[in-house]
């Protein structure tokens, strides 16, 4: 008989603690719990004390039927090493333990694979060209010999920690900036022209661009924030339309958190009608980091049978990049973290 009972996952990388249960092929629960700095970018300490203190709440939230639970999951990285990650990692060992069970924890949930997973799962598509575009995190990636490769990516910043940076350059823009910027992008007349950085015709790199805009004197903040988001957003279409073309694949999928900002949706949307492809970006609670990313990776874990035994080896993994995981069919199956790590 199959089991029924659900996965609980929890992430908590960076500025979203969040915790969700998945079973029978839906979301059962999802609750999140937000830091804002009051001030300046995420402090990693700062992030990590608010993730301690929201913990029970947010769990207790969508754990209303503890023996329902067959396992639990959280990402193991990357993210904000050790004080973040280990928050989290410490607060699923706690229950995996408590919950006691054969065995429980199912580490090494990627979370960059988590995004694609999930983006994959709501959007119903199969094998896409994948633009990752979130605030630590730019990526494209695709599935090609049992491993989501990485066929370009940021060699400095992630573009969400770009637009960020920028708003936090500009006084009355708090974090996070993206949306913000997309606000104000949508008031500009004529985008302001930026510093376009790809190189070796895959690789991204943003800080040249963050770094002019933020120097910008003459034009106005709406054209600057309307160049900084055609520049920077046109550099990660071109890479992803060029991945389209090399791999012979005919979807793309956006996940991450600035994918949610719609003029990279209409970009990336004209350039697939272009070349004959089918855009797909999931619903809103699915874009940026979210528990059920977590919960759904878990649960594709552990239907390929991947368990870490409790405790362990159950380190997290700071580093831990999307092309180091063996995916099987649709199923992430983690390597083994390293044994150095904590
Ligand atoms: P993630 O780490 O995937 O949750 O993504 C967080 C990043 O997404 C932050 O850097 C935000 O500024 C960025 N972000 C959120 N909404 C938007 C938006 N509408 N436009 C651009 N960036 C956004
Ligand atoms: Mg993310």
């Given amino acids: 008989m199959p089991d029924s009972r659900h996965i609980l996952g929890i992430e908590g990388t960076a500025w979203n603690l969040s915790a969700a249960v998945f079973g029978d092929d839906q979301v059962i629960a999802l609750h999140s719990s937000p830091y804002r700095p009051p001030s300046g970018g995420i402090h990693p300490r700062e992030a990590a004390q608010h993730h301690a203190g929201e913990m029970k709440a947010v769990i207790s939230e969508v754990l209303t039927d503890p023996s329902a639970i067959k396992a639990v999951a959280f990402s193991q990285g990357p993210g904000l090493g050790p004080p973040c990650l280990r928050t989290v990692a410490t607060a699923a060992r706690a229950i995996a333990v408590s919950l006691g069970g054969v065995p429980p924890l199912i580490g090494g949930v990627n979370h960059c694979v ?54 936090r350059s500009k006084g009355g823009m708090t974090h996070p900036g993206g949306p913000q910027i997309e606000a104000l992008a949508r008031e500009g007349g004529t985008p302001i022209s930026l510093p376009y950085t790809v190189k070796g015709g895959m690789d991204l790199a943003f800080s040249g661009g963050v770094v002019s805009a933020a120097q910008e004197a003459q034009a106005s903040l709406e054209d600057v924030c309307a160049g900084l988001q055609e520049t920077a957003f046109s550099m990660c279409v071109e890479v992803t339309e060029r991945a389209l073309a090399h791999s012979g694949k005919d979807e793309v999928l956006l996940v991450g958190g600035v994918g949610a900002n719609g003029r990279l949706q209409e970009m990336l ?57 063996m995916v099987a069919g649709g199923i992430a199956v983690p390597m083994r973290p390293m044994p150095w790590l904590m």
């Avoid at 060209?129 to 990636?141: C, F, H, R």
């Avoid at 699915?286 to 528990?291: C, Q």
Wanted: with cysteine; charged share 20%.
């Fill in 114 to 167: 988590a995004h694609v997973e999930i983006g994959r799962w709501a959007c119903g598509c199969d094998d896409p060209i994948v633009l990752y575009a979130s605030g630590a995190n730019t990526q494209v990636l695709g599935y090609l010999g049992s491993r989501y490769r990485i066929f370009g990516e940021t060699l400095d910043i992630g573009m969400g920690n770009g637009l960020d940076k920028f708003a």
């Fill in 269 to 325: 949307r004209t350039m697939c009608a272009e070349r004959g492809a089918t855009f797909y970006v999931p619903e809103r609670r699915f874009i940026g980091d979210n528990g059920a990313m977590i919960a759904y990776t878990g649960a594709l874990m552990l239907a390929a049978g991947q368990t870490l035994p409790p405790l362990a080896e159950s380190a997290v993994n700071p580093g831990y990049r999307s092309d180091e995981v």
